[in-house]
């Protein structure tokens, strides 16, 4: 199978360019700009690599762990190969992967139990890559995906649906908007959601029913900015009957309109927002389009009869005319009809013919 790989379009802030010694246990290559640390029992990232280096091979260690600044100064790497480690832990944070391979995660991932991801993506778009290489992965072990700070505006269906073991997963401090059918597919046993500090204005009908399908996860929906008009209705009537499931539930408030700010959204359901009397205003409205569609149609019913009636006379000489021209045209086929039935007759018409 391919090598794990992830391409990044940059990798973290700019150190000082280390020596270009080679590490104890690789093989450095500067005109290939490559170093490869291949099947040398490592148990770490080693330290001094070169900073020339673009391609970087650690495969077939005993790496378990790799943290936020195992790569630190390595500016230039653009290939990262880690397959065949026994990882468990791996934090790519704050890092700007432009472009993550489809197969990043099918090679010997098994063993990894939490993923760092936070402020590692180079932007919202990136999520596309991710979601293809997350539905290829073989991540079925995976316990924790962060996936914070990366401005993330919306989250592709069934994203996480190969991640069938997952308990955590934090999406705080994106742009998500909203929350459609199929985006926690597969997640049954996910037991915390974070998802404050987004840009929520309200949970629709799909959300809450993506919700409903975690039974076991605790929610955080907080700093959210909720809009308390009508259609915040419905997620504030859920709130109320699910506070056990919502962690930060007493400090949901409404941001807008400017009249609720800071207004609970436990209260928001039994406020006075005007969608009951405004539902009613709407029936009244269209029960009176139909009373005035009736009188409307009504009156052109009336005026279809009374120009009849001033008509009477030239449609009743009309009816009278037509009954009289059916009529003879009537006589004229029984005429010839009986010709037709009765042979001599029929040679008198030959005859009267020629």
């Known amino acids: 199978m391919p090598d794990l790989r992830i391409l990044f379009f940059a990798l973290f802030c700019v150190h000082p360019t280390r020596s270009s010694l080679c590490p104890l246990g690789c093989e450095c290559s500067e005109a290939a700009q490559t170093v490869k640390c291949v099947s040398k029992d490592l148990r770490s990232i080693p330290s001094g690599i070169p900073g020339y280096t673009r391609n970087l091979f650690i495969t077939g260690n005993q790496i378990r762990r790799i943290g936020p600044q195992a790569f630190k100064g390595l500016d230039n790497v653009t290939t990262l190969s880690l397959s065949n480690n026994s990882l468990r832990s ?50 079925e072990g995976l316990l924790g995906l962060d996936l914070s700070s990366n401005g993330l505006v919306y ?20 742009s998500i908007v909203s929350i459609y059918n199929e985006t926690f597919s597969g997640l049954e046993y996910l037991e915390e959601l974070d998802l404050s500090l987004n840009a929520l204005k309200t949970f629709r009908e799909e959300g809450l029913l993506e919700l409903e399908h975690l039974p076991r996860a605790k929610l955080n929906l907080g700093q959210n900015p909720y809009t308390c008009t009508c259609g915040i209705e419905p997620f504030a009537a859920w709130l109320n009957v699910s506070q056990g499931k919502v962690v930060d539930v007493e400090r949901l408030i409404c941001m807008f309109p400017v009249d609720l700010r800071n207004t609970s959204l436990l209260t928001a359901a039994r406020l006075i927002l005007g969608c ?59 005429y010839r009809y009986e010709i037709d039935s009765d042979p001599r007759l029929a040679q008198v018409s030959t005859t009267a013919d020629v």
């Open 155 to 174: 989250l592709p269906p069934r994203i996480f649906s190969h991640l069938s073991s997952l308990r955590r997963l934090q999406l705080a401090n994106n």
């Open 90 to 139: 791996l934090d790519l944070s704050s890092n700007q992967l432009a472009v993550i391979h489809p197969e990043a995660f099918t090679v010997q991932s098994r063993m990894l139990r939490e993923l760092n991801l936070s402020r590692a993506l180079y932007n919202h778009s990136s999520i596309t890559d991710l979601a293809t290489s997350l539905r290829w992965s073989s991540l």
């Open 276 to 334: 009951h009397r405004a539902g009613e205003g709407d029936n009244l409205a269209l029960q009176t389009s139909y009373v005035f569609l009736g009188i409307v149609l009504g009156f052109v019913g009336l005026m279809f009869l009374f120009v009849l009636y001033l008509n009477r006379k030239g449609i009743k000489k009309r009816i009278y005319d037509l009954r009289d021209t059916c009529r003879e045209v009537w006589e004229g086929y029984h």
